[in-house]
């Protein structure tokens, strides 16, 4: 093939606009498919890239060869006996295996393949020129990718998040044929709407896209758009005298929804500034889409808008933008005027008329739920100790206030608000700080790794709320399957697991969650409670599990942990530690060791009780009082330190229990023909398991180093 031809290849689906929330997925998918698809083609490249504004997703490829790589393959054919006569002369079967490999039945090889005799071909395959091999690529990048909602246009099955519109491929100059669902690839874009010329544009070469599409009014890069939006809000709100609120989310967010940015500067009635500051950022961020401005920390009634377009006719969008935010800020004052005419708690009973769930009752009936579920997870402590003397009596009010803010005005025009708004107007009406804390609290954690409760009312409140859910749910058969879960059960479960660990509270979440099943079927259940419960059990476990191995534990050591339950998720996660702080030691191959041979001989035995009168081997004997201390001081070990190092310390005296398991397994018949001796030795085996499923699984280990 001579010299190795590169060039940049570009492939746009130009399309309606886009949800701004579906943007940044998309463009990690797109990445990754690409890099996948050109690495399994065997095409090289320098780089990957993805570009995307509201009305285009593009693929950048930069150096990409011409043609894919040669592959060299040996492939199995038939056995000799089949493939040759007794003279040794090829037959049918070597003569269409040769033909189908492409090869000349002389080139065959005879090798020794696990104990048979086979023929092989040695193939070797030229490598496409891409032209043959991209819009494969292209076709399957598109149809893989996978939106939260997607649509139907024109006459066509095929379901993409919006219409396709127009698709552009090319490497270097060069058009490559492609045709999607009827549309057909070209050179040919569209620039901005408003700043960009009217009808497509051409883009004479890939290496020219960025320049040509900033000419007609488009940035591509969101990185350089999202550099350049962060400058422009920062400059204007200078010289508003203040500092912009730069929260990551509104940035990326603005950022997907505009193709060339200009900030300005948009102002309101400082009246508004009386309001709670929740009640006038709100409207402003998650609504309009404004970053609020400060002074010294204080929110100030200006604002910075970033308008999709250059500065023609500024001042005519920035009035516009006004009146809207005036209107919504209006709404927000008549709002609040009208729910401080009546206390918080006074609205308890209005949530007999909005519906938890069907088949769960009331928001009124969820409330008590969790009142009193609540109250027995604080009764049990946490680690930090007993509840105090006033903490029922606070957690009592927080948990009958905590819904009651679903019934204001203000959450039912924007309930992202529900919970925060409980909390303030808590805290206005003159509630102790812990309640109104509380309140918004119980809504934690709201993403996995967000922030959780920092009182020990608003953890009790957030684990009952959570578990209420849960059991309820699943009671109802309503269990997450798929990508499905309308109900947010995998973040409850996620959340109420996160809390627990931090604040490792008496009750265990097993326990919450049998609190929980009995608290809203005291009686009959639409399902048997035990099946609830189990189903309950799976998905707790399945989703620490998947927790675990996705922060990046190893699968094995973390099935081995996961003997511990789902339980105190603290436990799994100090003995996982421990697991991989000493997986190299010696005595952690011992431990390891001795283990399997108990857990061989423990599936038979029915429990783990023995009696030590009814032992007469003295390597039974020595077992049963060795493990005896053992027990007692990996009891201690762990009460006083129940922590990664306390861990590995209580593995470590377990492993000093090898010698005496040895020679019990040695020297002790424990299948013997006697039926009780038989079921005590047993036992005492289940015990010596017992004791180690305490640490962890060490059966599950695959790999000890």
């Given amino acids: 093939m001579g010299t190795v031809n590169r060039r940049d290849l570009l492939f746009e689906l130009g399309i309606e606009e886009i949800p701004a929330r579906f943007a940044a997925k998309a463009v990690s998918d797109i990445e990754a498919l690409g890099r996948r698809c050109l690495e399994d083609e065997r095409l090289k490249f320098d780089t990957v890239t993805v570009f995307a504004t509201p009305r285009r997703l593009a693929l950048y490829v930069e150096g990409l060869d011409e043609f894919q790589g040669s592959l060299d393959r040996r492939v199995k054919g038939p056995s000799l006996k089949v493939a040759y006569d007794a003279s040794g002369n090829p037959g049918k079967a070597a003569i269409g295996f ?47 990718l996978a939106f939260p909602k997607n649509m139907r246009w024109g006459e066509s099955d095929f379901r993409f998040v919006r219409p396709i519109r127009w698709i552009v491929l090319l490497w270097g100059d060069e058009v490559l044929g492609f045709t999607f669902e009827g549309i057909e690839a070209g050179d ?6 408003t700043l960009g010329p009217n009808g497509p544009i051409r883009l004479h070469a890939a290496e020219t896209y960025k320049d040509a599409m900033r000419s007609a009014g488009v940035i591509v890069d969101q990185q350089e758009r999202a550099g350049l939006i962060s400058e422009q809000v920062r400059s204007a709100a200078q010289s508003a005298g203040g500092e912009a609120d730069m929260d990551p989310g509104l940035l990326e967010e603005v950022n997907y929804i505009v193709e060339m940015p200009t900030a300005f500067i948009g102002r309101f009635d400082e009246k508004y500034l009386k309001l709670p500051e929740i009640c006038v950022t709100t409207p402003m961020m998650g609504h309009q889409r404004y970053f609020p401005i400060r002074r010294d920390g204080k929110l100030m009634n200006s604002f910075v808008a970033v308008r999709n377009g250059g500065t023609h006719g500024i001042d005519n969008v920035r009035h516009g933008n006004e009146r809207v935010l005036a209107a919504r800020l209006a709404d927000a004052e008549f709002f609040f005027e009208e729910d401080m005419s009546r206390e918080l708690a006074g609205r308890l009973e209005a949530l007999e008329g909005i519906t938890f769930a069907e088949g769960l009752g009331s928001m009124k009936d969820k409330t008590l739920r969790i009142e009193k579920l609540s109250a027995k997870i604080l009764a049990t402590g946490d680690r930090s100790g007993m509840p105090g003397k006033n903490e029922s009596v606070m957690l009592s009010e927080a948990a009958l206030l905590s819904k009651c803010d679903l019934a204001t005005n203000m959450v039912k025009e924007f309930t992202e608000l529900q919970g925060e708004i409980g909390s303030i107007y808590a805290g206005l009406e003159g509630k102790d700080k812990t309640v109104s804390m509380a309140i918004a609290e119980h809504y934690l954690p709201k993403s996995t790794g967000a922030e959780l409760p920092s009182t020990r009312i608003g953890a009790c409140l957030a684990m009952g709320d959570k578990a209420d859910s849960l059991a309820g749910y699943f009671g109802l058969g309503k269990i997450p399957t798929g990508s499905t879960d309308p109900f947010a059960l995998r973040r409850s479960a996620l959340g109420l697991m996160a809390i627990h660990e931090q604040r490792n509270p008496g009750m265990d979440v097993a326990g919450m969650l049998k609190e929980a099943v009995d608290g809203i079927w005291a009686e009959a259940s639409p399902r048997p409670k035990e099946d609830i419960l189990k189903d309950l059990g799976d998905f707790m476990e399945g989703r620490l599990k998947g927790q675990l191995i996705d922060e990046g534990h190893r699968y094995d050591l973390v099935d081995a942990a996961m003997s511990l339950g789902y339980g105190r998720p603290s436990s799994v996660r100090v003995s996982l530690g421990a697991l991989e702080k000493d997986l190299g030691e010696g005595w952690m191959e011992e431990m390891a060791t001795a283990f399997v041979r108990v857990r061989n001989i423990a599936r038979d035995a029915a429990d783990s009780a023995y009696d030590e009168e009814m032992l007469t081997e003295a390597a039974e004997k020595d077992l049963s009082g060795q493990l005896a201390k053992a027990k007692d001081e990996i009891g201690r070990i762990l009460e006083g330190d129940p922590s990664v190092e306390g861990y590995a310390k209580a593995m470590s005296r377990f492993a000093g229990l090898k010698p005496a398991i040895d020679r019990f397994f040695d020297e002790v018949m424990v299948m013997c023909e006697d039926e009780a001796v038989r079921r005590n030795r047993l036992g005492l085996v289940k015990s010596v398991e017992t004791t180690a499923l305490r640490l962890a699984d060490f059966s599950r280990i695959t790999a000890l180093k």
């Fill in 98 to 144: 040769a033909k189908s490999q492409g090869v000349a039945v002389e080139s065959l090889e005879k090798i020794s393949d696990n104990g048979g005799d086979y023929v092989y071909a040695n193939v070797h395959e030229e490598g496409k020129r891409i032209d043959s091999v991209i819009p494969g690529i292209c076709d399957s990048i598109i149809r893989s």
């Fill in 188 to 193: 040919r874009s569209f620039g901005h709407r």
